[in-house]
């Protein structure tokens, strides 16, 4: 890679991000940062304490985190612990990460420790919050349990020492589930001393690093600035003057991202459907804070904002199911986990966001979706929402084609900020709320070169793969250079009952890859016009996990029909397997057709349901 092509991508990211990002890591350096000469004494126990409750109507409790066992990326594995050790990654006892030096000290990622987020996750105290549930519901025993748990988690985590210090977001999530658990356990107006040194001595570590969240341009500044809004407004309340600053600075960031990192179009500068979700939790979550303390309104630019990410995110999702196609980063990540809806669920998000900012429920019928309504005490408006229909977001590189029982969506290169996959032009279609073809999702942020390179890239997607190689060269872990702009794009459309859209591109080495939909009630036909190629070039189509066989051209399930047909000779068509992770650290196979051919010309699949 030229230093051109380099300067090109930096220049993609920001100068100003990047200088946030290099004056703080220069500061670490040379150990002149601030937030290296702050210091707090250990909060101690009780943080909440037994009270009398009114009932909840229709409340259900977590069932997570009950003894002998624990829910890590939204999945419950067996703990014999009666508590976790806060320094072991539980997927492998036997690596633990060391405990006593200075946050910065340690690195994100050690090959002694595997993915630091397996440490981190525990750390998040996502516990916290079913245990604050079930003893609101009665369970006092839970309260006793919650109590000696945070007690024992700022023993073997003084400030600021240790891994789980080094992340200010993950600082951040710790005081919105403090937060959370207040408003639960109705504490919220008169917390124990214990409990308010707690969010102090976190928004200290927080603020001194806010520039460099702020310039990485994505949920680290959201994260970090609604800590700051909520726990500075919570300790000025309470009589903490010194606190005004992080109020001030939490409220400025939550506008300035909303307005900077969320599109007209509802799109989020991640281009993920997990990372969307975070977003949308934390503002929701802001929201309600706000609303039930009674702080002065956010901007109407942030409103407008917040109402298109929510109505993005139901565009996104499936109602019958409340899944979604696995695009873009998925770190596992499920914020607020009010409801034992599974991970892959996003209606309790959806439903909380579009009550709170479009003032009208997404569903109708009562559901598991409900619960964070009832735990967060909202009022629920007897209007819905309007059904999903066909449409484009072209802002952040979206088509969204509908019919009958049929949904595809297609990914095309609008990057206004860095793109986390080499999913170009991939499509992801259902089928009464199954994911027939579908993305491979992410895996691991710390896994082996060939897993990282593998999940992230073009081969993990339903697209064609040029040369073997990714539709952008590697820059970094995390950063691709030479960002791919969209061509002969045309919106989404229906004429004579049939759906359409079209998008393209031409990659840094000539490569070009055209491809239009076209969406009718029983079928679906793709067509891939390629050129500019060297040797080779690979359609894949990711599966569905079932009993297909592949005779000639056709391949079928028994009740799908794919029919492949080329302007040019097909050099091979063949039905292999790939891996797809739709949870953090878990992967398994899927079969994936592919067709190769060796020059330029049409390929066209057609899906008969």
């Not at 500061?27 to 009932?55: C, D, M, N, W």
């Not at 789980?164 to 951040?172: F, G, L, R």
Request: net charge positive.
């Amino acid at each position: 890679m030229n230093i051109f092509q380099k300067f090109q991508t930096y220049l993609n990211l920001g100068i100003a991000n990047i200088l946030r990002v290099g004056i703080y890591r220069l500061g670490l350096k040379t150990k002149l940062h601030p937030v290296l000469k702050i210091r707090a004494e250990i909060a101690k126990s009780p943080f909440f304490t037994k009270q009398k409750y009114s009932s909840y109507k229709n409340a259900v409790a977590s069932s997570a985190w009950l003894k002998g066992e624990a829910k890590y990326f939204g999945k419950i594995i067996k703990s014999a612990a009666s508590i976790p050790n806060w320094h072991v990654n539980p997927f492998s006892p036997e690596l633990n990460i060391v405990s006593d030096k200075p946050w910065w000290e340690i690195s994100d990622f050690d090959n002694k420790v595997g993915d630091i987020k397996t440490i981190w996750e525990a750390s998040r105290f996502d516990w916290l919050i079913a245990m604050a549930q079930r003893a609101r519901l009665g369970d006092r025993s839970e309260l006793e349990r919650l109590n000696f748990w945070l007690q024992d988690w700022i023993n073997n985590n003084p400030p600021y020492l240790g891994a789980n210090w080094k992340c200010a977001q993950e600082a951040s999530i710790r005081v919105m589930h403090l937060a959370l658990a207040s408003m639960i356990l109705e504490q919220t107006s008169n917390p124990t001393s214990g409990l308010k040194d707690l969010i102090h001595l976190h928004l200290k570590r927080i603020a001194p690093t806010t520039d460099y969240a702020i310039g990485q341009a994505n949920n680290h500044g959201i994260s970090e600035a609604g800590a700051l809004f909520i726990g500075g407004s919570w300790l000025i309340m309470l009589g903490d003057k010194t606190a005004k600053n992080w109020e001030k600075m939490g409220r400025y960031w939550l506008e300035n991202r909303a307005n900077n990192l969320i599109e007209i179009d509802g799109t989020f500068s991640q281009y993920s459907v997990t990372y969307h979700r975070m977003m949308l939790d934390i503002y929701a979550f802001c929201e309600v804070w706000r609303r039930k303390q009674k702080l002065a309104t956010f901007s109407q630019a942030t409103y407008f904002k917040l109402t298109k990410a929510t109505e993005w995110l139901v565009q996104m999702c499936d109602e019958k199911t409340g899944d979604t196609p696995n695009i873009g980063a998925n770190d596992g990540a499920n914020l607020f986990p009010l409801s034992d809806s599974d991970y892959r669920d996003f209606r309790p998000s959806i439903q909380l966001a579009s009550v709170v900012f479009l003032n009208r429920k997404a569903y109708h019928k009562l559901g598991l979706w409900d619960q964070p309504l009832i735990w967060l005490n909202i009022a629920t408006p007897k209007e819905t929402i309007d059904l999903p229909n066909s449409t484009s977001m072209d802002k952040g590189g979206f088509h969204i084609l509908r019919k009958g029982k049929v949904v595809v969506y297609m990914r095309y290169p609008r990057f206004r900020f860095r793109p986390s996959q080499a999913d170009a032009l991939h499509c992801d279609i259902w089928l009464n709320g199954e994911n027939i073809a579908r993305d491979a999702g992410t895996y691991s942020y710390n896994a082996s070169e060939k897993d990282i390179a593998y999940f992230s890239g073009t081969k993990a997607h339903n697209t064609v793969e040029f040369d073997g190689r990714d539709q952008m060269p590697r820059l970094g872990r995390f950063l691709f250079a030479d960002w791919l702009k969209a061509k002969n794009v045309e919106l989404v459309s229906e004429q004579d009952g049939i759906v359409s859209a079209k998008a393209g591109y031409r990659d840094n080495l000539g490569a070009s890859h055209n491809r239009s939909l076209r969406l009718g009630e029983n079928k679906f036909i793709c067509v891939d016009e390629i050129a500019g190629f060297k040797s080779k070039a690979i359609l894949r189509w990711r599966l569905i996990p079932g009993e297909w066989k592949l005779n000639g051209n056709e391949l079928s399930d028994g009740k799908i029909l794919i029919k492949i047909s080329a302007s040019i000779p097909i050099i091979r068509i063949a039905l292999t397997t790939g891996e797809e992770s739709r949870y953090y650290l878990q992967k398994n196979q899927i079969p994936v057709l592919e067709v190769e051919v060796n020059q330029a010309g049409i390929l066209t699949t057609e899906f008969n349901f």
